[in-house]
């Protein structure tokens, strides 16, 4: 049971380059969220998606992309890679409202 | 409204102290109050949760306080060990189908040996 497996662990992308992270979840959660973490600022939601075809932006959703055509994979677009995008990303899903969420264990992205 | 709002920003306690962490909200249609726990390098993992229609919830060492009327809710770490050492996250629904959390903007605890 491998919970919420996200590739890569790691990227050093430069400035213009375009990359896509993946997420997949084992879980049949309806529920993906994909969230940015910056030091000292928490979570930030960037796009989240309740159900395959169904996504929605979140609170900073500019430069990034998604799509969900399966329950299962949840993939965040990077088109033009900027510094500001330097960040730690988590995917997350859950079973719905009122639920916890379950946690990737993260991709650090660098942009140089 | 959709703010969730944390303190301390970090906290540094002995070893057998208790830790306290708080956070306040001010939507009241948040109905859902969980805690997440996060070691370096790893990603949140859920800790403990409460929902408004009880004032506590423990399991084992960790301890949620509720306070409906003030809008508050705080985490309590009894006997505090160096391996609680992390960061800490409270947590809310969000208004909506959505099942979006609103997360605070966490707490970084040291235990001291």
């Known amino acids: 049971n491998a919970g919420v497996t996200q590739t890569p662990k790691f990227r050093i992308l430069k400035i213009g380059q375009s990359m896509t992270l993946q997420c997949a979840q084992d879980m049949n959660h309806n529920y993906m969220y994909w969230y940015r973490q910056d030091p000292g600022m928490g979570l930030k939601l960037i796009y989240y998606?309740?159900?395959?075809?169904?996504?929605d932006k979140g609170e900073v959703p500019n430069g990034y992309n998604v799509s969900r055509s399966t329950t299962e994979d949840f993939p965040l677009r990077l088109e033009l890679a900027a510094p500001s995008q330097t960040s730690v990303y988590f995917c997350?899903?859950?079973?719905?409202?009122?639920?916890?969420?379950?946690f990737g264990s993260g991709t650090r992205l660098t942009v140089v | 409204q959709q703010q969730v709002k944390q303190s301390p920003q970090s906290l540094i306690v002995q070893k057998g102290g208790i830790s306290i962490i708080n956070c306040a909200y001010e939507?009241?249609?948040?109905?859902?109050f969980p805690w997440y726990q996060q070691f370096p390098g790893k990603g949140p993992a859920l800790l403990i949760a409460i929902r408004p229609d009880v004032s506590e919830k423990k399991e084992g060492r960790f301890t949620i306080s509720f306070n409906k009327s003030a809008k508050q809710f705080s985490l309590h770490i009894m006997d505090s060990q160096p391996g609680d050492s992390a960061t800490y996250f409270c947590?809310?629904?969000?208004?909506?189908?959505?099942?979006?959390?609103?997360f605070g903007q966490g707490t970084t605890l040291q235990v001291k040996p």
């Open positions: 997350a899903s859950s079973e719905g409202n009122n639920y916890g969420y379950t």
């Open positions: 939507n009241t249609a948040f109905d859902y």
């Open positions: 998606s309740v159900g395959a075809g169904i996504t």
């Open positions: 947590a809310a629904y969000g208004s909506g189908n959505t099942g979006k959390l609103i």
